[in-house]
């Protein structure tokens, strides 16, 4: 019975994180994004700065969905949209974790988390991927 309640307990929570998530992703304020000076879609967005491609798909890979929400729009954790952060917060927040329970994520490479805050930095734009098919070699819907 406690196993029953439990897990109907967190089917309504991970569809809630979902739904949030979904809400904030199909925003139809767009603001324009600019990596590294450069607009979505113009050569050099991919260059030093990260792909938001790679960031997507390893935001999806290492499941961080599960507290940030499907589109980054939040759910047990804070919403990433509004207040994007940048790569020194994302670096020092993935190196060493948070205070609020986020854990530390050692394996990722300097150059994952500079995809992730590039990733991070297409929120509310019309360059911000949004896949769910994170293992395809070009990711589908």
């Known amino acids: 019975m406690r196993l029953a309640i439990s897990l109907a307990v967190f089917a309504a929570c991970m569809m809630l994180v979902m739904l949030t998530g979904a809400k904030a992703a199909h925003s139809t ?41 499907g589109f980054v729009g939040g759910g047990m954790c804070p919403s990433l949209r509004d207040r994007r952060p940048d790569y020194d917060e994302v670096r020092e927040a993935v190196r060493r974790g948070t205070p609020s329970g986020m854990p530390p994520f050692p394996e990722l490479t300097d ?10 930095q297409t929120l509310r734009t019309r360059a911000e991927p949004t896949f769910t098919h994170w293992w395809e070699p070009i990711p589908t819907q």
Not at 114 to 119: E, F, K, L
């Open 111 to 120: 150059q994952d988390i500079r995809n992730i805050a590039t990733y991070f």
């Open 29 to 69: 304020e767009l603001a324009p994004a600019t990596i590294g000076g450069a607009e979505p879609g113009v050569s050099g967005l991919d260059d030093d700065n990260g792909s938001p491609i790679e960031g997507r798909r390893i935001y999806m890979r290492e499941n961080c969905y599960i507290c940030h929400g």
